[in-house]
């Protein structure tokens, strides 16, 4: 067996796992099968640098739902990023107001690259 690091995103909540993979599984296969069986449980999720909005996955980013000086809230939707055909909605993380966009609609974003910032109150 070998261990395989994989981001998961729950609920809008994006979680860092390690699972052993077995040899005749591919690794989404053994991914699934552990969050299926429970073998992976609830671990703390990912927490970006207190106010810098990060791309919890790699895609195409769809819209941005802020502009700069809008209040935000913790759970406040502020971007949508599509990959293979699901959406995903990127929540704020922290009271505040947005300090600036760092990414545009319609560009490829990578896993981890900044989306926002936001200016805590």
Do not use: H, W
């Not at 994989?6 to 296969?29: A, K, L, T």
């Amino acid at each position: 067996m070998v261990k395989k690091k994989f981001r998961v995103i729950i609920d809008g909540e994006v979680y860092d796992v390690e699972v052993e993979i077995e040899e005749n599984m591919s690794p989404v296969q053994t991914l699934v099968s552990s969050l299926q069986t429970g073998i992976i449980r609830r671990v703390e999720p990912v927490v970006p640098t207190k106010g810098t909005v990060i791309a919890p996955i790699t895609g195409r980013l769809v819209e941005i739902k802020v502009n700069k000086g809008d209040k935000v809230q913790k759970n406040d939707i502020v971007a949508i990023l599509e990959a293979m055909k699901t959406q995903v909605e990127v929540k704020a993380g922290i009271d505040g107001v947005v300090e600036e966009v760092l990414a545009q609609p319609g560009t490829s974003i990578r896993q981890g690259q900044p989306i926002l910032r936001i200016k805590e109150k």
